[in-house]
T-cell receptor
Framework: EAGVTQSPTHLIKTRGQQATLRCSPI?????VYWYQQALGLGLQFLLW???????NRGNFPPRFSGRQFPNYSSELNVNALELEDSALYLC?????????????FGPGTRLTVL | AQKVTQAQTEISVVEKEDVTLDCVYE???????LFWYKQPPSGELVFLIR??????QNEISGRYSWNFQKSTSSFNFTITASQVVDSAVYFC?????????????FGQGTELSVKP
């Protein structure tokens, strides 16, 4: 069974640009979570999508947004990029939309903002 | 508020030594889940174990073992006879699916270095 996949692996942008990160699910996994791992800040919850709807978001500004498609894949969009957005962005998927299942992570997208 | 504390930022051991990674959590909820993940240099988080708050049985999986004690709010992870391939950052995490929708709250991670 294939795991969660993310693309691109690396992304380099300049300040003020927009970045789009993608996450593709494991078969049968319908809920998707996004996390940011910035240097010195640890792993922080960003967004949770289920059934195409945003269900919860962490303490991040509105320029972080996303969506979930009918095939349960997901995009994370970051507008007006700032230097501190440089981080590893991880998506995780699980089968149980209530969140009681285990989250399986993709390999991450490393975003660098210059 | 929920919180996970991994007080050990870095641990360095020599191969074949046993090592214990500490994890202390805070939550007011009675139903919650605890996790350990391994993050090798590649960056991907690899799932190791999940425990729910009602299951205090310790678990052993090969060289890995976990000690869950609700009385001290701890969920410690021991690697027996460590190997170089165990070198990674290890994260303890807490989720409260019935109130927080399953988001994971991570500790700061413990970087384990196993030297040959």
């Amino acid at each position: 069974e294939a795991g969660v996949t993310q693309s691109p692996t690396h992304l380099i942008k300049t300040r003020g640009q927009q970045a789009t990160l993608r996450c593709s699910p494991i078969s049968g996994h319908t809920s998707v979570y996004w996390y940011q791992q910035a240097l010195g800040l640890g792993l922080q919850f960003l967004l949770w999508y289920d059934e195409g709807e945003e269900r919860n978001r962490g303490n991040f500004p509105p320029r972080f947004s996303g969506r979930q498609f009918p095939n349960y894949s997901s995009e994370l969009n970051v507008n007006a990029l700032e230097l501190e957005d440089s981080a590893l962005y991880l998506c995780a998927m699980l089968r149980d939309r209530a969140g009681t299942d285990t989250q399986y992570f993709g390999p991450g997208t490393r975003l660098t903002v210059l | 508020a929920q919180k996970v504390t991994q007080a050990q930022t870095e641990i360095s051991v020599v191969e074949k030594e046993d090592v214990t990674l500490d994890c202390v959590y805070e939550t007011r909820d009675t139903t919650y889940y605890l996790f350990w993940y391994k993050q090798p240099p590649s960056g991907e988080l690899v799932f190791l174990i999940r425990r729910n708050s009602f299951d205090e049985q310790n678990e052993i999986s090969g060289r890995y073992s976990w000690n869950f004690q609700k009385s001290t709010s701890s969920f410690n992870f021991t690697i027996t006879a460590s190997q170089v391939v165990d070198s990674a950052v290890y994260f303890c995490a807490l989720s409260d699916p019935y109130n927080q929708g399953g988001k994971l709250i991570f500790g700061q991670g413990t970087e384990l270095s196993v030297k040959p």
